[in-house]
């Protein structure tokens, strides 16, 4: 075991501060654990009260003393090595690191390797299904399917992150009965001249007309039932205009996926489970788990406190949760996942616990590795979005709106930058991407370009502003060699920020525990606010022994900044 920079390493893996805190505690705590300990400590407010603070209360009714007293007596038994100082306050024991030393090592541990800096091994490389954005065919991709598609895609991020191997699906909504409605209204109103101009616009249009006219014209619905009847039948025409509303689709939603760098391993939908469902029925029908009802096929729920699930309508059809048991099945066979994933909106709570339910219910001990991953709803300037009703905006709209704002703000502040039109991009893509991600996922939000694409507060563009600032600083200074140089730095500002890249790692373990991409989100605003306040109020460049340790320090926060924005999805130009 070494002590290095204020960092302890035992057989070539990091000790972290905290376990630092936790042994020395343990000297006079002999009978606890050092995982205890550290689950005990706690990050004091203001850094006048130290780094980490360990509470005697829990201790008071073993010790029959006062937890005053037992701090007292505790901080006279602590090895202080390698800190700063160690003292009692009232209750608490204050412990303050070693700043000089501790900020060289981690300095030094960012700079020696930036892209796997706050790698974690939780997963050991297990696979986990990420069931994200699942768009239906022949409608555009609206507002209301980013929060699946960032969210899923932020946490497939900080799932490798933490070396799992995320598996993402985009399980397409490409069969049921609004395909025939669709067909329907093709056979009564289509122009294939129109369709194949601007294919999803068109069919959009159709859509929404056989819906708002189906009130008054039930016969519509029924012809709709009829088309799907013939699709599943296999009727040549029926396949026909399905596969090439498919295509004409996924040609479509791939443009908006580019846009925001979103890549799936599997684009398998609804209508790849036709032939995997009688299996399922056949498996409850085994278990005797099949039940009627009025004719249709239940699953008694009751242990669980649950509505029965209906799995086959009275005629014999399949439904959603027919083709859901049978997805749930093929994907473990097929990637024997540790987690399945359903980044799915919180109204789909209840019916996901029906999902599992129904699993256990036929034996799948696995099926406690499906895990529901809710998120809120997004409202446009305050109103719900709907695809059946045409109120909706679609995604690839908002994001060009907000390139092109991006673009004219760029224009004000650096009208001479060389790649403006990239830089343009990235910023405004990532303006919508970190706008989403930066809140809770379970939180509703309601979206205004106009506010996410700010350069200032709380916002994508103001973290990568602070990114391009930092590269900016270290492109003056001629980007230095830092290698062996002495990164001791003792200040208090230079202090606050080294504090936060220290806690990059813990914050991924949490987002990733979570399933919760915010936690990374305000993370990079803490850091980009304190790098910016940095700036303001050190002279950085100015010629001393403590330049490079300063430049160390502003090349730490690029590198990490970078990072946290990659585990969310969005680009840092090094120029805005």
């Known amino acids: 075991m070494g002590f290095v920079g204020g960092v302890f390493y035992l057989g070539g893996k990091t000790w972290t ?37 360990f509470p005697t209360f829990f201790l008071a009714k073993e010790l029959h003393k006062a937890p005053q007293m ?10 202080q090595t390698g800190f700063e100082k160690v003292v009692a306050a009232g209750p608490y024991i204050n412990f303050f690191l ?12 960012i700079l020696a390797d930036p892209e796997h800096y706050g790698d974690l091994d939780l997963g050991h490389q297990a696979n986990v299904t990420i069931d994200m954005s699942s768009p239906n065919i022949a409608k555009p991709m609206s507002m209301g399917h980013l929060r699946s598609t960032v969210i899923g895609n932020a946490i497939a991020n900080i799932m490798k992150k933490v070396n799992y191997n995320p598996i993402k699906i985009d399980h397409l909504g490409d069969w049921g009965t609004q395909f025939g409605k669709l067909m329907a209204a093709y056979e009564m109103w289509g122009d294939e001249e129109a369709v194949k101009a601007d294919p999803i616009n068109t069919l959009q249009k159709y859509y929404v007309k056989i819906n708002t006219e189906a009130d008054e014209h039930p016969e519509y619905a029924e012809a709709g039932r009829e088309w799907f009847r ?59 788990l099949l039940q009627k009802s009025r004719g249709a096929g239940i699953v008694d729920l009751s242990k669980y406190d649950l509505n029965p ?15 859901d048991l049978a997805t749930a099945l093929f994907r473990k066979r097929m990637y024997g996942f540790e987690q399945s994933l359903y980044v799915v909106g919180a109204e789909q709570s209840y019916y996901f616990q029906q999902l599992k339910a129904t699993l256990a219910t036929m034996g799948f001990t696995w099926s406690k590795q499906i895990h529901h991953i809710p998120f809120g709803l ?56 970190f706008h989403d991600l930066k809140n809770e996922r379970t939180n509703s939000i309601n979206f205004k370009l106009e506010d996410a694409v700010k350069f200032e507060g709380e916002t994508g563009p103001y973290v990568q502003y602070a990114h391009a600032r930092a590269e900016s600083l270290l492109r003056k200074a001629g980007n230095p060699d830092l290698a062996g140089a002495d990164l001791k730095l003792n200040d208090e500002e230079s ?31 803490s850091l980009a606010k304190a790098f910016n306040q940095y700036y303001a109020h050190t002279r950085i460049l100015v010629d001393d022994d403590q330049k490079l340790a300063r430049l160390a320090l502003v090349q730490a926060v690029s590198d990490v900044l970078k990072s946290a924005l990659a585990l969310l999805g969005v680009k840092a130009p090094d120029e805005m």
């Not at 296999?234 to 791939?254: C, I, N, P, Y």
């Open 98 to 109: 070693d700043k000089a030393n501790v900020g060289a090592g981690i300095l030094k541990e």
């Open 230 to 288: 013939k699709l599943e039948d296999g009727d040549e025409e029926a396949v026909r205009l399905w596969k090439w509303f498919r295509a004409e689709s996924l040609k479509r939603f791939m443009k908006v996926y580019d846009m925001l760098d979103v890549q799936f391993d599997s684009y398998n939908g609804e209508a790849f489970y036709n032939d995997k469902m009688d299996e399922i029925l056949q498996l409850l029908n085994d278990k005797h």
């Open 70 to 79: 037992i701090a007292g007596e505790l901080i006279e038994k602590i090895d």
């Open 495 to 525: 202090w606050n920020i080294i504090k936060l890249l220290g806690q990059y790692q813990e914050t991924i373990k949490r987002a990733a525990v979570k399933y919760d991409p915010s936690l990374i989100g305000k993370y990079a605003l």
């Open 378 to 433: 997004m409202t446009l300037n305050g109103k719900k979005m709907s695809t059946r009703k045409g109120n909706v905006v679609q995604l690839e709209e908002v994001l060009d709106e907000s390139i092109k704002l991006a673009r004219q703000q760029i224009a004000e502040k650096n009208p001479d930058l060389a790649n403006a039109d990239q830089v343009a991009q990235e910023v405004g893509v990532g303006a919508i991407v």
């Open 17 to 53: 501060k905290k376990t630092q805190v936790a042994t020395a505690l343990q000297t006079a705590l002999p009978d606890i654990s050092i995982e205890d300990i550290k689950n005990k400590l706690e990050r004091p407010k203001t850094s006048k009260n130290g780094d980490y603070a």
């Open 309 to 323: 699930a209906m799995v086959q309508k009275s005629d014999g059809s399949t439904l959603y949760m027919t083709r």
